[in-house]
């Protein structure tokens, strides 16, 4: 299946601060990236996705201003959680779709904020 | 009414039983189904995709029912490391729109 790479695994982070998380499909194009987020024992919930070239499209309830979405190339999208608080801490995840409608997921992201 | 349902589960099984999940979709329009499996701390990944024919892969079935819009995966056999959440994807086209079901956590004990 398809490769997509997301960077890093795991970050530990003070209030306050940004953190920029990284996902790259390696043996594809990805025009478009989803990004999610997984809180304990919960479902995966779709925060945006991401479009080459674009602006990102934001699900109801996400603050764009708050989690910047840049995708400047057809194998790299990233997300920054700006002004990181305790409540984002979460399980982020990434994914792109390939031709065949297939989600291949990044390893995903385990932010906590102290 | 949530887009996609699935069986809330827990399933707590003794290894060597058939269990089976099932998953109901709300949108006629959906085209492609997929079952996911996620493991704990883990990303999903993809077990089976999921044909109107159905299929199968080893010991695990897929059933689509369009009619009913209702998808369900059989396991054979369980083994201990089947124990993982099992999720029903949905994909409606026009919008690259995947729906993800919330899961089905299943334990396979000794």
């Known amino acids: 299946g398809a490769v997509v790479s997301q960077h890093p695994s795991w970050v530990i982070c003070k209030s306050g601060t940004s953190v920029k998380i990284e996902c790259r499909s390696l043996?594809?194009?990805?025009?478009?990236m989803f990004w999610y987020r997984q809180f304990p024992k919960q479902s995966l919930m779709l925060m945006a996705t991401?479009?080459?070239?674009?602006?990102?499209?934001?699900e109801q309830g996400v603050e764009k201003d708050k989690f910047l979405i840049n995708h400047a190339s057809l194998t790299l999208s990233t997300l920054t959680v700006t002004s990181a608080h305790p409540e984002d801490s979460s399980f982020y995840i990434c994914?792109?779709?390939?031709?065949?409608?297939?989600?291949?997921f990044g390893q995903g992201t385990r932010l906590t904020v102290v | 009414r949530k887009e996609v349902e699935q069986d809330p589960g827990p399933f707590n099984v003794p290894e060597g039983a058939t269990v089976a999940f099932n998953c109901t979709y709300s949108?006629?329009?959906?085209?492609?189904f997929f079952w996911y499996r996620q493991d704990c701390r883990k990303e999903p990944k993809l077990l089976m995709s999921?044909?109107?024919s159905g299929n199968e892969d080893g010991r695990f079935t897929a059933q689509l029912n369009r009619a009913s819009q209702y998808i369900s995966l059989l396991i054979r056999d369980s083994k201990l490391s089947d124990s993982a959440t099992y999720l029903c994807?949905?994909?409606?086209?026009?919008?690259?729109?995947?729906?993800f079901g919330a899961g089905t956590r299943l334990f396979v004990k000794a």
């Open positions: 994914s792109a779709e390939t031709g065949g409608a297939k989600s291949f």
């Open positions: 043996d594809f194009q990805a025009t478009t």
């Open positions: 991401s479009n080459e070239g674009s602006k990102a499209t934001y």
């Open positions: 949108n006629s329009a959906s085209q492609s």
């Open positions: 999921v044909y109107s």
């Open positions: 994807v949905v994909n409606i086209p026009g919008g690259f729109k995947t729906i």
